[in-house]
């Protein structure tokens, strides 16, 4: 019976897609620049997710996004920046990525995948 024993919520070494193997930000092409930027934006924000916020929630945030991404012509400007936390960054970057597919729309006029 051993072999149906398997634990299927045993942990996995699941790795995170931001995890890039220990690399610092500057090497990963970010300068001192923005490193100072970031921090100051966390201050500014008081370390607090800011979509969380609007949304009436008190969550800490550890990252700084580009409130209109960098592919869509934003940039590093204070004002363009906020904090957020990683369920944040990771919904609001799908979202950023799903925008820029088209959708493929069937003879009848809806959808032809999705749902
Ligand atoms: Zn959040």
């Known amino acids: 019976m051993s072999e149906l024993e398997h634990d299927w919520n045993a942990p996995g070494p699941k790795k ?33 997710c800011q979509p969380c916020r609007a949304k009436g929630r008190v969550t800490v945030g550890n990252q700084v996004d580009h409130i ?21 960054h990771q919904d609001k970057t ?12 069937g003879l009848d006029g809806w959808p032809t995948e999705g749902n």
């Open 94 to 105: 799908a979202r950023d990525n799903g925008r820029r597919v088209k959708r493929a729309i």
């Open 16 to 48: 995170r897609s931001w995890d890039k193997g220990g690399k610092t930000r500057h090497q990963q092409g970010y300068g001192s620049a923005w490193v100072k930027l970031r921090k100051q934006i966390l201050e500014r924000d008081c370390h607090l």
């Open 68 to 88: 209109r991404p960098k592919a869509q012509g934003g940039t590093d400007s204070p004002d363009n920046l906020q904090t957020i936390c990683d369920p944040c």
